[in-house]
């Protein structure tokens, strides 16, 4: 048995990297701006790294796996087109009169819905919170926090390149548009924590068995 779930194992974590990396070159094959690619792409390959060091010590479980991917795909789509360019997304604003390119806001709904899911991981597996209610507040919290900073990193890199800032920031002109992707963030860690929360005690329990 534990051969069979070693090379099951050795199975996915193939798979996975063969997604990332396609993605990651296709994303890298002349993107619309070679700045803003590196800006989106950096903390997939930051993540990929995280992942490497972890693997054995630490691993996670499949469903945390997934939703990383998942994000890192999403960084890398918006690397390749930027945010505000994304074909599909370009598509959905005129066949919806959306009065712009919203791939922008799925991007800040990932980046609260996946870090919600590895936080509680980590939280549980490490027991740092007691009670489940004061998990998830935390976890929400944190979200939100980790949302607002990407706001700062995304202000400071427009302060530094003027080229660069409106396709990394993706505003399009919407004045409200830091705040709204925080609240992407915050209702992308909420629904989270409802939608997968029992999954992934089901996991949780699976990973701890083995």
Not at 66 to 94: C, K, N, Q
Not at 142 to 170: K, M, N, Q, R, T
Request: aromatic content about 12%.
């Amino acid at each position: 048995m534990h051969t069979t779930d070693t090379a099951k194992s050795r199975g996915l974590t193939a798979a996975w990297l063969a997604v990332f990396f396609s993605v990651l070159i296709w994303s890298g094959i002349n993107p619309k701006d070679g700045l803003t690619w590196f800006l989106e792409v950096a903390p997939a390959i930051a993540a990929l790294i995280a992942l490497a060091i972890t693997r054995k010590r630490f691993p996670l479980t499949p469903l945390v796996y997934s939703l990383i991917l998942i994000h890192a795909i999403i960084l890398m789509v918006g690397g390749h087109y930027t945010y505000a360019e994304v074909p599909l997304f370009d598509w959905l604003r005129d066949v919806t009169d959306m009065t712009r390119n919203n791939y922008d806001k799925l991007g800040h709904l990932a980046q609260g819905f996946v870090p919600a899911i590895v936080t509680r991981e980590i939280l549980i597996r490490k027991g740092v919170i007691n009670g489940a209610a004061w998990r998830n507040f935390f976890i929400v919290s944190f979200c939100l926090g980790f949302s607002a900073f990407y706001e700062l990193i995304e202000w400071w890199v427009a302060l530094l390149s003027d080229e660069a800032a409106e396709a990394f920031l993706g505003t399009q002109g919407y004045v409200w548009d830091t705040q709204s992707d925080m609240g992407m963030a915050l209702l992308g860690a909420i629904a989270a924590l409802i939608l997968l929360g029992r999954y992934h005690d089901q996991q949780l329990r699976t990973l701890t068995a083995r």
